[in-house]
């Protein structure tokens, strides 16, 4: 199976920050990365696809980047709403994976 | 409107066989894959499976042991999950998950079922 390493796995940041999050595949997915926020108590929302492509309604503030085994989701000037965990998940190869999340907590 | 609309919360015994559902509208059910993904208490989300309602091609992520199977009914635009003999480490939230069709595999999920919590004890 390809493993999935998020890092960090928790970061405190503001509201205003830029904050970054990587993910690097235990070998090489081409761009077939998505990124998930999924909120306490709720179903997790679908944010990226395609490594860098937003879903439909997701705010411009969201950005993902990278190809191969290395992948980042920035958000830039955090907003309140955005504390949550973020997935990433690979597409490329069976059986799909997810990584072990990140938690954006409020500094 | 895509909709996924999942089936409600279950609580069962160990060894006990459960099946739950996800049905799909606003789209075309058998053109979409549907996937399942596990969440147990507080941790992150697992992969469990994928199916092409289309075709029935179903692909499982071999963690699971052969103990669920995925299934889906185009007639009534529903998949299914199933368990054989539940164990408590099954407890879990479930949810599905729509994928748009790839020309090798599905490509991202986009829309989620609202989630169905499975109880074991």
């Known amino acids: 199976d390809i493993q999935m390493t998020q890092s960090p796995s928790s970061l405190s940041a503001s509201v205003g920050d830029r904050v970054t999050i990587t993910c690097r595949a235990s070998?090489?997915?081409?761009?077939?990365l998505a990124w998930f926020q999924q909120k306490p108590g709720k179903v997790p929302k679908s944010l990226i696809y395609?490594?860098?492509s937003l879903h439909s309604g997701v705010p411009s503030r969201f950005s993902g980047s990278g190809s191969g085994t290395d992948f980042t989701l920035t958000i830039n000037s955090l907003q309140p709403e955005d504390f949550a965990t973020y997935y990433c998940?690979?597409?490329?190869?069976?059986?799909?994976?997810f990584g072990g999340g990140t938690r954006v907590e409020m500094k | 409107e895509v909709q996924l609309v999942q089936s409600g919360a279950e609580v069962k015994k160990p060894g006990d066989s459960l099946t739950i559902s996800c049905k799909g509208s606003?789209?075309?059910?058998?053109?979409?894959?549907i996937a399942w993904v596990r969440q147990m208490p507080d941790k992150g989300l697992q992969w469990m499976g994928v199916?092409?309602?289309?075709?029935?091609?179903?692909k499982y992520n071999p963690s699971l042991g052969g103990r669920v199977t995925i299934a889906s009914a185009n007639s009534i635009t529903t998949a299914f999950l199933q368990f054989s003999s539940l164990t408590t480490s099954d407890t879990a939230v479930y949810y599905c998950?729509?994928?748009?069709?790839?020309?090798?595999?599905?490509?991202?999920?986009?829309?989620w079922g609202q989630g169905t919590l499975v109880t074991v004890s």
């Open positions: 998950v729509r994928h748009k069709s790839g020309v090798l595999h599905p490509l991202a999920g986009d829309f």
């Open positions: 606003g789209y075309s059910f058998s053109t979409y894959w």
């Open positions: 199916i092409y309602p289309g075709d029935a091609d179903t």
């Open positions: 070998q090489g997915i081409n761009y077939y």
């Open positions: 395609g490594a860098s």
């Open positions: 998940q690979q597409y490329n190869t069976y059986p799909f994976t």
